[in-house]
Nanobody, 127 residues
Framework: QVRLKESGGDSVQAGGSLRLSCAASAYINNNECMGWFRQAPGKEREGVAAISTGSGSTYYADSVKGRFTISQDIAKNTVYLQMNNLKPEDTAMYYC????????????????????WGQGTQVTVSS
């Protein structure tokens, strides 16, 4: 059982930055896909970014490319999401997710492919 705990959410003004953290309770092996998802009120959950823990390959939604960066610290079992130039449309609950034993692929943005989920951290961007 892997427990994921997100932190770093806050309220910021447009143009600001935040760094979200996702701490995993168990060792992140070299064959997982760690993803960040978000869900705004009244909207469907969407994949934001993902990273393959083995290769370090990263994946991004078009809406965040060039503004968000996903990274990992294997020693700390932690995945980060650096969010720059935040926009009001980035406002959402952000969730960390892990797919055990499966590296990221073209499916990275598909929530059902992930086995474990955190409780979420709220990001609010005001204009």
């Amino acid at each position: 059982q892997v427990r994921l705990k997100e932190s770093g959410g806050d309220s910021v003004q447009a143009g600001g930055s935040l760094r979200l953290s996702c701490a995993a309770s168990a060792y992140i092996n070299n064959n997982e896909c760690m993803g960040w998802f978000r869900q705004a009120p009244g909207k469907e959950r969407e994949g934001v970014a993902a990273i393959s823990t083995g290769s370090g390959s990263t994946y991004y939604a078009d809406s965040v490319k060039g503004r968000f960066t996903i990274s990992q610290d294997i020693a700390k079992n932690t995945v980060y999401l650096q969010m720059n130039n935040l926009k009001p449309e980035d406002t959402a609950m952000y969730y960390c997710a892990a797919s055990a034993l499966i590296p990221c692929g073209g499916w990275w943005y598909s929530g059902p492919m992930y086995n474990y989920w955190g409780q979420g951290t709220q990001v609010t961007v005001s204009s």
